[in-house]
């Protein structure tokens, strides 16, 4: 009946195509996705190929299973809501190295490539990435009547074009496509942006370019009335909006925090490496920011929650003030463990270790580093290596090429950190299998996840390690927070949903009518 439905009905292709990386691709593909479900049209979200560490496990597309995605495409599929699944980002660049990346399509990992292989002209890796990245665009193409597809970087890299499968291709591979230009006028000289990208494009490309969005604009965005008439006259093209400038974590302008997560960076508001503690009575947790640092958006509802302080922390410094630190996951794992103990980390760690009443957390990665040993013979995290872990949990780790992906629901087995029987869920990503050396205590109670290992020391430090991606979800902070330090505030946050919503409300004021109307006019 589906099938039915959509014969001699044209899918309608949004492009959101960039002037530059990080000019908010990702935040305006959700926000238009959003406004577009709001308008009643079954909507989904779609990047041929992302390059992050960030991953969300998801419904395989076209076999059983679960695969992994780029997390910005799950954001935008809840933004729009639909089920987040493979053929939403088809090809998936995990960098595990500053000159390769594990290769990841329809959600499976191929191996590690190098990239002069990915990115040199005529490169056998090409030509099967594109294939698999249009073969999900009709697919997707067939089940809904509109698409949102972000692009990657700059749509004018002229010396990548006839390996460009990103941006003009899907363009021009999707049944009808409209390209709307976003720019970002936070860094300058936007007006350069507009008219170079349009002036380095071949007229085929050029010609599928119906609107422009200027981005990040701080104050009275009245201030560029004139510089908006210069655009339009000066291209042909309508700038659909000027987005004001907002804070992810409070794009209400109410003060009141959102969970929109970022796609590769910190947010723009999180404390890094903070040479000042914020007054106020707060739970105080530390993340350890790994230079390969892998699903930093786990943390987000920490970063989310007026009732915590959370500080990302590269430099090596005294960690005592802080009730919880982190160390996070990792693309590879040996790499970082080394750099922990080079850079005068693993020593600071350990004294937090020998305070009492401290809990220290290791998330995926930084559950294996907590680890007595990591064996990695095949190099499949970076290159072949063992190492001696930290030494807090007695477990071992040998990395698999095997990797464990999962999603995962249960109940907190243990009553350290947050309240037994809490209700957990997320997912499992990894490639390494940790054996547990000693019996001890579980951390997460699962029909599929692994157990996790919790351990209780004779100073009433806790040390923890879990495979869970999702285990800092809202309801667990909140549970966390009640638990841990219950003399801290409890406040009411909005939903996911309120959150995309605001996301929508913000760009649909910046589009004004005008801008509305045109939007709506390129997928009728």
Same mark, same amino acid.
């Given at each position: 009946?589906?099938?039915?439905?959509?014969? =001699?009905?044209?899918?309608?292709?949004?492009?959101?195509?960039?002037?530059?990386?990080?000019?908010?691709?990702?935040?305006?593909?959700?926000?238009? /996705?959003?406004? &577009?479900?709001?308008?009643?049209?079954?909507?989904?979200?779609?990047?041929?190929?992302?390059?992050?560490?960030?991953?969300?496990?998801?419904?395989?597309?076209?076999?059983?299973?679960?695969?992994?995605?780029?997390?910005?495409?799950?954001?935008?599929?809840?933004?729009?809501?639909?089920?987040?699944?493979?053929? *939403?980002?088809?090809?998936? &660049?995990?960098?595990?190295?500053?000159?390769?990346?594990?290769?990841?399509?329809?959600?499976?990992?191929? =191996?590690?490539?190098?990239?002069?292989?990915? #990115?040199?002209?005529?490169?056998?890796?090409?030509?099967?990435?594109?294939?698999?990245?249009?073969?999900? &665009?009709?697919?997707?193409?067939?089940?809904?009547?509109?698409?949102?597809?972000?692009?990657?970087?700059?749509?004018?890299?002229?010396?990548?074009?006839?390996?460009?499968?990103?941006?003009?291709?899907?363009?021009?591979?999707?049944?009808?496509?409209?390209?709307? &230009?976003?720019?970002?006028?936070?860094?300058?000289?936007?007006? +350069?942006?507009?008219?170079?990208?349009?002036?380095?494009?071949?007229?085929?490309?050029?010609?599928?370019?119906?609107?422009?969005?200027?981005?990040?604009?701080? =104050?009275?965005?009245?201030?560029?009335?004139?510089?908006?008439? #210069?655009?339009?006259?000066?291209?042909?093209?309508?700038?659909?909006?000027?987005?004001?400038?907002?804070?992810?974590?409070?794009?209400?302008?109410?003060?009141?925090?959102?969970?929109?997560?970022?796609?590769?960076?910190?947010?723009?508001?999180?404390?890094?490496?903070?040479?000042?503690?914020?007054?106020?009575?707060?739970?105080?947790?530390?993340?350890?920011?790994?230079?390969?640092? +892998?699903?930093?958006?786990?943390?987000?509802?920490?970063?989310?929650?007026?009732?915590?302080?959370?500080?990302?922390?590269?430099?090596?410094?005294?960690?005592?003030?802080?009730?919880?630190?982190?160390?996070?996951?990792?693309?590879?794992?040996?790499?970082?463990?080394? #750099?922990?103990?080079?850079?005068?980390?693993?020593?600071?760690?350990?004294?937090?270790?020998?305070?009492?009443?401290?809990?220290?957390?290791?998330?995926?990665?930084?559950?294996?580093?907590? /680890?007595?040993?990591?064996?990695?013979?095949?190099?499949?995290?970076?290159?072949?290596?063992?190492?001696?872990?930290?030494?807090?949990?007695?477990?071992?780790?040998?990395?698999?090429?095997?990797?464990?992906?999962?999603?995962?629901?249960?109940?907190?087995?243990?009553?350290?950190?947050?309240?037994?029987?809490?209700?957990?869920?997320?997912?499992?990503?990894?490639?390494?299998?940790?054996?547990?050396?000693?019996? /001890?205590?579980?951390?997460?109670?699962?029909?599929?996840?692994?157990?996790?290992?919790?351990?209780?020391?004779?100073?009433?430090?806790?040390?923890?390690?879990?495979?869970?991606?999702?285990?800092?979800?809202?309801?667990?902070?909140? +549970?966390?927070? +009640?638990? *841990?330090?219950?003399?801290?505030?409890?406040?009411?946050?909005?939903?996911?949903?309120?959150?995309?919503?605001?996301?929508?409300?913000?760009?649909?004021?910046?589009?004004?009518? =005008?801008?509305?109307?045109?939007?709506?006019?390129?997928?009728?």
């Amino acid at each position: 009946l589906q099938f039915l439905y959509f014969i =001699g009905k044209m899918t309608k292709t949004i492009c959101v195509f960039g002037s530059a990386s990080d000019v908010g691709k990702s935040v305006t593909a959700a926000a238009i /996705g959003r406004i &577009l479900h709001r308008e009643g049209l079954k909507v989904c979200p779609f990047k041929a190929q992302n390059m992050s560490n960030n991953a969300g496990v998801v419904r395989r597309s076209v076999e059983s299973g679960v695969g992994e995605i780029g997390r910005a495409q799950v954001v935008q599929a809840e933004a729009c809501s639909v089920e987040p699944e493979t053929d *939403m980002n088809p090809v998936l &660049l995990k960098p595990s190295s500053d000159r390769s990346s594990q290769v990841v399509v329809h959600g499976k990992v191929l =191996g590690d490539v190098e990239a002069k292989l990915l #990115w040199q002209k005529g490169g056998s890796t090409q030509s099967p990435l594109r294939e698999a990245a249009r073969q999900s &665009l009709k697919r997707l193409e067939a089940r809904f009547e509109v698409i949102v597809a972000e692009g990657a970087g700059s749509c004018g890299e002229v010396n990548l074009r006839d390996r460009d499968y990103v941006n003009f291709d899907v363009a021009h591979t999707a049944e009808t496509a409209a390209v709307l &230009l976003v720019c970002d006028i936070e860094k300058g000289g936007v007006f +350069a942006q507009v008219v170079g990208t349009l002036a380095v494009l071949p007229p085929k490309d050029r010609q599928l370019i119906k609107g422009i969005i200027i981005n990040k604009f701080r =104050g009275d965005a009245s201030l560029f009335d004139d510089g908006r008439v #210069w655009l339009e006259t000066e291209t042909g093209l309508p700038v659909l909006a000027v987005v004001p400038y907002f804070d992810p974590l409070d794009v209400k302008g109410d003060g009141t925090r959102c969970i929109i997560d970022a796609e590769d960076g910190l947010h723009a508001t999180a404390r890094v490496d903070p040479t000042q503690v914020t007054a106020g009575n707060v739970m105080r947790i530390a993340v350890i920011l790994l230079p390969r640092i +892998a699903n930093h958006t786990d943390f987000a509802p920490l970063h989310s929650h007026p009732g915590i302080e959370l500080d990302w922390l590269r430099l090596p410094r005294d960690l005592g003030r802080y009730h919880m630190v982190i160390v996070p996951g990792s693309k590879s794992v040996i790499s970082d463990l080394t #750099w922990l103990r080079e850079v005068g980390w693993a020593e600071q760690i350990k004294n937090y270790h020998q305070t009492p009443n401290t809990v220290l957390v290791g998330v995926c990665g930084g559950y294996q580093m907590l /680890g007595a040993r990591l064996k990695d013979a095949s190099g499949i995290d970076g290159c072949a290596a063992e190492a001696e872990g930290l030494g807090y949990l007695p477990v071992v780790t040998e990395m698999s090429p095997d990797k464990t992906l999962l999603q995962a629901e249960g109940t907190w087995a243990c009553d350290s950190v947050m309240p037994m029987g809490t209700k957990v869920k997320g997912y499992e990503i990894h490639c390494g299998q940790t054996k547990v050396l000693e019996s /001890g205590g579980h951390v997460v109670d699962s029909d599929t996840g692994s157990p996790g290992y919790v351990k209780l020391n004779e100073n009433k430090s806790i040390v923890l390690g879990t495979y869970l991606h999702g285990v800092f979800d809202s309801t667990c902070t909140d +549970a966390m927070l +009640a638990h *841990m330090v219950p003399d801290v505030p409890r406040t009411v946050r909005p939903s996911t949903t309120d959150s995309y919503d605001a996301l929508a409300d913000h760009y649909d004021k910046a589009l004004g009518e =005008g801008g509305r109307k045109v939007l709506l006019s390129l997928v009728s």
